[in-house]
């Protein structure tokens, strides 16, 4: 590389790594390895931008703050699918500190905890689209959850196929199905469309441009009524990609968002889960959800009998694929990252309980959470 081309690719990297440097304390040895500079070249190099005073002082906390895909830590990726037995992406993420605290209704401005979750995973998405685009194959069959994750990496994909036309162009044949019922699944951040299963495939459909008689939507409440008859479509081929988020059961969970009707006969065990998480800390954070299936991300020697009934009836009555398809498909393609994931994430890679088969597992999250994924493990 010549030392012209070597210089301008160094400033177009400038942002970036001081954001490493500065706010995430990064040696720059181990920069050296992302970078592939010497630590010497980028220390020179830094030492010049200061010298320039090329870098403001910005307040962390502006809301106007958006959180930025820097690329891919390779060696973290490898760690975690080596620990997990899984296929881990782990992006670095700058500018989604904040997502990396817990979101508690009772800290101060809170708010500013959920805004940075959103912009965790839509720049996640970003990494993710790609990805999905190489995945996808003509007369597939694919599986869509709700969701951020899933939608904010829909809507990416969209972003791409009117960049590069050609792109995304030859997949008329393909087969969606949405996974779970329900409607207004939200993000604190700004969008213009809800995030459910239906949306995200009527989305999907719309950027390959899918016949609409393989177009397969679970439409209806979030859950079945008294009589049972709401009961979902199954798909009765294998799923060769279900794309999935991930989620923990509390009160900012959309579940609790619906107008009471929508509850339907769920709204029963919704409330006994919440008055015993409200109750014992150790539960708060206790129940994982994939494709609005519950399963368990505590340890359930001490929880009461009630508590495990009440898990138990939501799934009996949520509007959702079987958990047998999920867990049949051929790749189960997970994003998820910051905080409020940790624990639903832990659990799915080490629940006997997990509703995916880890070696069917494809896990995009960022650099923060694989390293507190890899500390549990």
Not at 47 to 58: D, E, G, I, S
Not at 153 to 169: C, F, M, Q, V
Not at 336 to 345: E, I, M, P, V, Y
Not at 348 to 358: C, D, G, H, N, Y
């Amino acid at each position: 590389m010549s030392d012209q081309r070597e210089g301008q690719d160094l400033e177009d990297l400038a942002l970036n790594i001081a954001t490493e440097h500065l706010l995430g304390g990064v040696p720059f040895k181990e920069l050296s390895s992302r970078y592939h500079y010497s630590p010497a070249t980028l220390h020179r190099r830094f030492q010049t931008w200061l010298n320039q005073k090329r870098f403001q002082l910005v307040d962390k906390q502006d809301r106007r703050t958006v959180a930025r895909f820097a690329g891919f830590d390779d060696g973290l990726g490898a760690r975690l699918s080596k620990a997990a037995q899984i296929r881990a992406r782990v992006a670095i993420i700058l500018g989604a500190e904040a997502a990396c605290s817990p979101l508690r209704d009772d800290g101060p401005q809170p708010e500013l905890a959920y805004l940075a979750a959103d912009r965790l995973h839509l720049a996640l998405a970003e990494a993710t689209a790609p990805y999905l685009m190489d995945r996808l194959r003509n007369n597939m069959h694919i599986g869509v959850a709700a969701g951020r994750g899933v939608g904010f990496t829909i809507d990416k994909l969209g972003e791409l196929s009117e960049k590069r036309p050609g792109w995304l162009t030859g997949y008329s044949g393909i087969h969606l199905y949405s996974l779970s019922g329900g409607g207004r699944v939200g993000a604190w951040y700004p969008i213009t469309r809800d995030l459910d299963a239906d949306e995200n495939v009527f989305r999907l459909a719309s950027i390959l441009q899918i016949n609409r008689q393989a177009v397969h939507y679970m439409r209806g409440w979030i859950s079945k009524d008294d009589n049972g008859q709401k009961r979902p479509p199954v798909p009765e081929p294998t799923l060769d990609l279900a794309f999935l988020g991930i989620g923990q059961l509390n009160r900012q969970h959309h579940f609790y968002h619906f107008d009471q009707k929508e509850f339907g006969p769920m709204q029963e065990p919704l409330e006994v889960i919440w008055k015993f998480q409200e109750k014992d800390g150790r539960l708060r954070d206790s129940v994982a959800e994939v494709c609005h299936r519950l399963f368990l991300a505590c340890d359930t020697s001490d929880v009461p009998q009630e508590f495990l009934d009440a898990v138990k009836k939501v799934n009996n009555l949520v509007l959702a694929v079987e958990a047998r398809r999920i867990s049949e498909a051929e790749e189960v393609l997970v994003v998820g990252a910051g905080a409020s994931k940790k624990a639903a994430l832990l659990a799915l890679l080490t629940s006997v309980e997990s509703p995916i088969e880890r070696r069917h597992l494809t896990l995009f999250t960022d650099a923060w959470t694989a390293k507190e994924l890899l500390e549990a493990l």
